[in-house]
């Protein structure tokens, strides 16, 4: 929806092709991200005119360019502070230390969430599964953090994919 907010609410019969590319120019996203958009929209469409909505020619839609600017993603970074709090947190509640472990590695969520006993050792994490190739990986265990995973490995609790209130052995 956020990337196609110009067309929302508009009638399918309404959309063209430059309402298209206006749609592609205001949805700012990275040009990796392009090809997933020029589906969406070609999906909506397709739909339109197999359900008998609209006739519009769908060609048109591998053509839509990125305006070219490069997005940058803001991210939020933690703070001192805020660290320190979920330190403290954590002591009178261990799910804490799950956002603690994904600070101190890197891990990427998913990355996170998939590992398994065996890919913990004393000192690192293997990584086993990831978005990309790349993400494969052994990460180390950085002292801060080695209390966390030796409760991990004790109480045989990590979280489960997909629930944070669950845990997996």
């Known amino acids: 929806y956020r990337r196609l907010e110009s067309i929302h609410n508009m009638r399918i ?39 008998g909505y609209a006739t519009i020619n769908t060609e048109f839609i591998t053509k839509l360019q990125s305006n070219g600017e490069s997005v940058k993603v803001e991210r939020d970074v933690f703070t001192k502070a ?12 261990h799910r804490y230390g799950y956002v603690l472990m994904l600070l101190y590695t890197g891990l990427r969520a998913m990355e996170f969430v998939s590992m398994k006993k065996e890919h913990i050792h004393d000192d690192c994490i293997e990584v086993t599964e990831s978005k990309t190739e790349a993400g494969i990986r052994i990460v180390p265990i950085c002292p801060q ?15 489960l994919r997909g629930k944070t209130s669950e845990y997996r052995q």
């Open 13 to 51: 019969t309404d959309i063209d092709r430059m309402e298209c590319q206006k749609a592609i120019n205001l949805a700012q996203v990275k040009e990796s991200q392009m090809n997933i958009t020029r589906i969406v929209i070609k999906n909506i469409l397709v739909y339109a005119n197999d359900n």
């Open 82 to 93: 805020q660290i320190e709090e979920c330190w403290q947190k954590y002591k009178e509640d």
């Open 145 to 159: 953090i080695a209390q966390i995973y030796d409760f991990m490995m004790q109480t045989g609790k990590y979280p």
